[in-house]
């Protein structure tokens, strides 16, 4: 049955809402790392106050990730998404405007909230509805908003203005992309085209909980956006502090990185359906070691800074492409929820894992910090490995029919 003429066009148009979302959810995780030194000035508060900061804001994000699933049953997503965008940017402008440490922990919670609601919906919508291509794209549009937020810090700063005016300018856009969410949240209901396979009726949570893939796969998130964030969030103030490396060097150098993981997401997309993805994904993953061993022993200050754009670069496809085969890998049923949980277990390893190594850094040294996104890389490796082998190779791009925007249509395998 050939779908209704409107079809392609209203999936264009959510498409990119949802690239438009990533963006969003970029931009405040590169606000931080280069804004941060200068806020936890303006607190008074220790440098390794960083990773206090992410875990409360990270509790709101496990909260709305981790009850995602539900959520989605008893409210549409585009509802989820205008709220959820209007959440975030009240925190965003509430970071501009707190005047102590503890309201900025609390406007951490709202920002959490937001930011998890909007990552998991988009995320299991797009496991449904998108192909392996869209969903890479997806989350290059979380690096364009990590690539600029570094971006402007460095900007405002450098044109003698205080950290917190990036906040407001950032916040600001945030509100209109709120309003334009509202204004279009109709438009996601009945999107599937009419040749796409109907959803089954969704799993218990208790259920999805039972099989060993789900918790090796929120293993191997956790980690993975551990490492990601660690790179990230700690590469500024190693480079800063400990190398003596120009703040406007170290600003660009995070810029890169965020950089090389988004270039290497729209790379990725091009050619997705055409490589093996496992056998790709582990060359990335192998690649990335390497990166991170670059950026740790510092052979050169532009060799530190090339490993640090191979490790966003390699990393750059692992994200999405575990997402897109998740349906395959542990039922259609459990699709949502699982996809959920993954989602909270990698907001959970980007806070527990940046204040572990801020920890760690304050009592071994600044350059501990390369050492421990050296480690991280390589457990990467391994627990993917295990995760390959315990839920067996999924469907891989090329393998499935495609529906709406190229989406994967796989089989309903129950076990992973």
């Known amino acids: ?18 690239f ?7 931009l405040p995780d590169g606000l931080l790392g280069v804004a941060w030194p200068s806020m936890r000035g303006d607190f008074g508060v220790p440098l390794d106050a960083l990773g206090v900061l992410a ?37 965003l402008l509430g ?44 989350h290059a549009c979380f690096g364009v908003g990590t690539t ?6 460095t900007a405002v700063l450098g044109a003698g203005q205080g950290w917190r005016w990036s906040y407001v300018l950032v916040g600001t856009a945030q509100l209109g992309l709120a309003l334009t969410f ?3 949240r109709r438009r996601w209901a009945g999107s599937a085209s009419a040749g796409a396979a109907p959803a089954p009726d969704p799993a218990r949570t208790r259920d999805t909980l039972r099989r060993p893939v789900v918790w090796l796969g929120m293993l191997t998130f956790f980690v993975y956006t551990g490492v990601e964030v660690v790179a990230a969030q700690w590469s500024y103030s190693l480079m800063t502090l400990e190398r003596g490396v120009p703040p406007a060097q170290a600003g660009l150098a995070v810029s890169l990185y965020w950089g090389s993981l988004m270039a290497g997401r729209i790379l990725f997309g ?30 050169t200050p532009s060799l530190a800074v090339a490993g640090l754009m191979l490790i966003g670069g390699a990393l750059a496809p692992v994200f999405a492409s575990l997402v897109s ?3 395959g890998r542990v039922g259609g049923a459990h699709a949502d929820s699982a996809i959920g949980f993954q989602v909270a277990a990698a907001g959970l390893g980007g806070a527990a894992l940046t204040a572990l190594v801020g920890v760690l850094s304050r009592w071994g040294g600044l350059e501990v910090i390369g050492l421990s996104v050296t480690v991280l890389a390589a457990l990467l490796l391994a627990l993917y490995e295990g995760f390959v082998r315990v839920g067996g190779e999924g469907v891989g791009p090329g393998q499935a029919t495609t529906g709406p925007l190229g989406a994967t249509q796989v089989p309903d395998r129950g076990a992973g």
Do not use: K
């Open 1 to 18: 049955m050939t779908a209704p003429p409107a079809a392609p066009a209203r999936a264009s148009v959510l498409a990119l809402l949802a």
């Open 20 to 26: 438009l979302a990533f963006v969003s959810l970029g």
């Open 55 to 91: 875990a409360t804001q990270t509790a709101g994000y496990l909260t709305a990730s981790f009850l995602s699933g539900r959520l989605l049953r008893v409210m549409p997503i585009g509802t989820v998404l205008a709220l959820s965008t209007l959440a975030a940017a009240a925190a």
């Open 95 to 138: 970071f501009a405007a707190a005047p102590a440490w503890p309201a900025l922990l609390g406007f951490a919670v709202l920002a959490g909230l937001g930011g998890g609601a909007v990552d998991a919906g988009l995320n299991a919508y797009g496991a449904r509805h998108f192909s392996a291509r869209i969903l890479n794209w997806l």
């Open 148 to 153: 600029l937020g570094p971006l402007i810090v």
């Open 182 to 184: 509202f204004l279009t």
């Open 270 to 299: 091009t050619v997705a359906h055409r490589v093996p993805l496992v056998a790709t994904l582990r060359a990335c993953l192998v690649t990335s070691v390497v990166g991170a061993l670059l950026f740790w022993l510092e052979p």
């Open 325 to 327: 085969l998740t349906p």
